[in-house]
């Protein structure tokens, strides 16, 4: 149960993170999508399939945040989409 709440406190601490994203310096959501790659993990170590559908929810707000950035930061983003593709591939190889 314990691992339940926390996995559910991390999923709103990251819809909080993505309401605030787009508003953000590209610096400041390069950062967030780190941050975002992180908690992803601990998210999917605690309870995969909770946190599979939540994750592919924030991956898109993620990747909408990043596309909205200057087109010269555009290989950033296609690193960060591959480090949360990497995240993604664990979880379906968990669940």
């Keep these: 149960m314990h691992s339940r709440l926390r996995a559910l406190s991390l999923v ?11 508003a953000l310096s590209f610096a400041r959501v390069r950062s967030h999508a780190l941050s975002l790659t992180c908690t992803l993990a601990q ?10 559908t939540h994750t592919l929810s924030h991956e898109h707000s993620l ?7 200057s087109v010269h930061y ?3 983003t296609l690193a960060h989409t ?3 593709s990497r995240v993604h591939a664990r979880t379906h190889s968990i669940t």
């Design 63 to 69: 990747s909408c945040a990043l596309s909205h950035t």
């Design 74 to 76: 555009h290989t950033s």
């Design 43 to 52: 998210v999917h170590s605690i309870t995969p399939a909770l946190s599979l």
């Design 82 to 84: 591959h480090s949360l």
């Design 12 to 22: 709103r601490a990251l819809a909080h993170m993505h309401s605030r994203s787009r």
